[in-house]
């Protein structure tokens, strides 16, 4: 499928390079790279090594919601969100399976719901405290957003082909509300019928009909099996997991009274204390809590005050922008000194001002103003580097930068890539 782009003459897929790999293609991935430019051996290596597609997308959804490890990733936070959708199964596939179709389940997944997770993504981004996407999540939301690579996406949930009923009717749905926007689905479908016909036999032999697993008997494959962890899970948080492992319906409000009923050794007090009314008592109570919804309200409650969080960071972030972009503006209207002798008679406000409009064209040696403690150092400062300046003014001309002439409706806040998790997890896939 890959090779398709090439005949098509299109650009293919975004590539989905890891956080280590990113930062060697820095150059290469920016949209103003010449495609002319010859790449460096580091570069082609890097670049080769890197994956793009429908399948690695639908890795990245996985490690983001569904990490295998429980301590990473948005798994708790996607299914609260999804839960608040009304969604049946707010669990995302677990991609790090390599059950079959287990990557189909995930493409069906984000085709159905491609609005909702672009919502989600915007959602984690702005709840945090840094407002930023991490390598991974941003490379997940570049993907969702309908460029060359949602035709493989499509194609990994092709469903039961036979008379019977579609196994998820709704990502059908959505892939043909799709069509219309994806003007390469039918040369790329082709070209995975022709890439699988090749591979698929070689591929099945190990299911088929006298193979290896239909061969094992019960008590082989039971012999088979093997725990998920060997962690000990030492802890009141671990022991949470383990219980969480074994009962995954067991809400969080149930869990904590089985701990205090365990520990508080209620059993010999019931025994000792209780009577058979006290007992009926004690279960009516229970059902009515039980009904209550609790952990609906809850799990409702952390979403809610997500969302919250991340219009506040939003509106924190726009209006720091927006600051920073008058900064910006005033700056550039600032007329630079023409004398050194007319220096001290400017105020601490007009230096500072002039310091900054200096470091702005690129002046160098200018430290940060609160470096400067007192008024003649701040004066000796914008002194040496004013000089330096007015010397050759043409090396030091103003930047451009566009964002200043438009208005302030139009300012967007870009996102950033920071460490994190993800480093290991894009590592992890990668092998």
Not at 268 to 293: P, Q, Y
Not at 345 to 370: C, D, F, M, W, Y
Request: proline share 5%; hydrophobic share 40%; charged share 25%.
């Amino acid at each position: 499928m890959m090779l398709e782009w090439g005949k098509l003459k299109v650009n293919g897929p975004k590539l989905l390079a890891n956080k280590q790999n990113a930062a060697t293609l820095c150059n290469v991935l920016d949209p103003a790279f010449s495609a002319n430019t010859v790449l460096t051996e580091d570069e082609l290596r890097t670049f080769e090594a890197s994956d793009r597609g429908g399948a690695k997308s639908c890795a990245l959804a996985g490690a983001i919601f569904n990490n295998k490890d429980d301590k990473k990733g948005q798994a708790d936070k996607h299914d609260f969100m999804t839960e608040k959708l009304g969604k049946p199964h707010p669990r995302f596939p677990d991609t790090s399976n390599i059950r079959f179709s287990s990557h189909g389940d995930a493409a069906a997944e984000l085709i159905t719901y491609i609005i909702e997770y672009l919502e989600m993504m915007d959602v984690i981004r702005w709840s945090k405290v840094n407002s930023s996407l991490t390598n991974i999540e941003k490379n997940l939301r570049d993907t969702l957003n309908r460029g060359p690579g949602t035709e493989k996406i499509n194609l990994l949930d092709l469903g039961p082909l036979h008379t019977s009923p579609w196994r998820n009717p709704l990502a059908i749905e959505a892939v043909i509300k799709l069509i219309p926007s994806l003007s390469h689905l039918k040369a790329i479908t082709m070209a995975f019928f022709r890439s699988s016909l090749t591979t698929w036999i070689r591929f099945s032999s190990e299911f088929a009909p006298g193979g290896l697993i239909d061969q094992c008997s019960a008590s082989e494959k039971q012999l088979a099996w093997m725990p998920s962890t060997n962690d000990t899970n030492e802890g009141a948080l671990g022991a949470y997991y383990v219980a969480i492992w074994g009962k995954p319906c067991l809400t969080l409000h149930h869990y904590n009274s089985l701990v205090m009923y365990r520990r508080n050794d209620t059993q010999d007090f019931m025994d000792a204390v209780l009577t058979n009314e006290d007992h009926t008592f004690i279960m009516r109570e229970a059902r009515k809590i039980d009904s209550n919804g609790l952990e609906r309200l809850r799990r409702q409650d952390i979403v809610d005050f997500r969302v919250r969080t991340a219009e506040m960071n939003k509106a924190k972030a726009l209006a720091s922008a927006q600051k920073a972009l008058e900064i910006r503006r005033e700056l550039r209207k600032t007329v630079i000194v023409a004398r050194t002798a007319t220096l001290t008679e400017l105020t601490i406000v007009k230096t500072h001002l002039q310091l900054n409009a200096l470091r702005l064209r690129g002046v160098p040696n200018i430290l940060p103003n609160s470096r400067y403690t007192r008024k003649p150092a701040k004066v000796a400062a914008l002194e040496e580097v004013l000089k330096l300046y007015l010397s050759h003014p043409s090396n030091f001309p103003l930047p451009s930068d566009p964002e200043a002439d438009l208005s302030s409706d139009s300012l967007t806040v870009e996102s950033t890539v920071v460490d994190d998790w993800t480093a290991e997890e894009d590592i992890e896939m990668e092998e």
